[in-house]
């Protein structure tokens, strides 16, 4: 097969790949993954062009992070890991998006519109996603919350206790209520 040929594959297999993801909603698998793709000249090549690899074959140097979801049905939390760049930072939100994307794979939606640290405190102000997650179920809301503040605390350097809020308004929904300043968990 030639160069061009080779070529035009790949970049066919690519556009198929992105159109498949376009068409089901998901966005492409953020963990990074290592792909050796390298273009082999076959023995009747007689083009002289050179195709250049279109994904490098440079080692990531990558650590994996554990954090925690929950099992809806059993309200149990399961312990579950993530690969990221050893040169990541990780953040109250990194944890968090992977939180609400593993949710999410179990028709439970959540979201936050924050978590920021400060003085070693985390504080994580959630949006009405978690008030609607409050009237399905005390426990499956108490396993969220618990699931969220354990991996924050963890993962990220410095923080010693979560708070909780939603909507920058002091925690409180039918099943908890937590002053505005009240730490949820601490290390």
């Given at each position: 097969?030639?160069?061009?040929?080779?070529?035009?594959?790949?970049?066919?297999?690519?556009?198929?790949?992105?159109?498949?993801?376009?068409?089901?909603?998901?966005?492409?698998?953020p963990?990074?993954?290592?792909?050796?793709?390298?273009?082999?000249?076959?023995?009747?090549?007689?083009?002289?062009?050179?195709?250049?690899?279109?994904?490098?074959?440079?080692?990531?140097?990558?650590?994996?992070?554990?954090?925690?979801?929950?099992?809806?049905?059993?309200?149990?939390?399961?312990?579950?890991?993530?690969?990221?760049?050893?040169?990541?930072?990780?953040?109250?939100?990194?944890?968090?998006?992977?939180?609400?994307?593993s949710?999410?794979?179990?028709?439970?939606?959540?979201?936050?519109?924050?978590?920021?640290?400060?003085?070693?405190?985390?504080?994580?102000?959630?949006?009405?996603?978690?008030?609607?997650?409050?009237?399905?179920s005390?426990?499956?809301e108490?396993?969220?919350?618990?699931?969220?503040?354990q991996?924050i605390?963890?993962?990220?350097?410095?923080?010693?206790?979560?708070?909780?809020?939603?909507?920058?308004?002091?925690?409180?929904?039918?099943?908890?209520?937590f002053?505005l300043?009240?730490?949820?968990?601490?290390?």
């Amino acid at each position: 097969m030639s160069k061009r040929r080779s070529f035009m594959l790949i970049i066919a297999l690519l556009c198929v790949i992105i159109f498949a993801c376009a068409c089901t909603g998901k966005k492409p698998d953020p963990v990074i993954k290592q792909q050796d793709i390298t273009s082999e000249p076959s023995p009747d090549d007689n083009d002289d062009t050179t195709v250049a690899p279109l994904i490098s074959n440079e080692e990531f140097n990558l650590i994996a992070i554990k954090y925690y979801t929950v099992n809806p049905d059993t309200f149990a939390l399961k312990s579950t890991t993530a690969m990221v760049r050893e040169d990541a930072e990780v953040t109250p939100s990194l944890i968090l998006d992977y939180l609400c994307d593993s949710l999410e794979d179990e028709s439970v939606t959540l979201s936050y519109k924050s978590a920021d640290i400060s003085d070693g405190i985390c504080t994580i102000n959630f949006d009405d996603s978690i008030v609607g997650i409050s009237k399905q179920s005390a426990e499956l809301e108490m396993a969220i919350l618990d699931a969220a503040s354990q991996s924050i605390l963890d993962n990220v350097d410095g923080c010693k206790g979560v708070r909780l809020r939603i909507n920058d308004e002091a925690y409180s929904t039918q099943n908890f209520k937590f002053a505005l300043d009240d730490i949820y968990m601490d290390d």
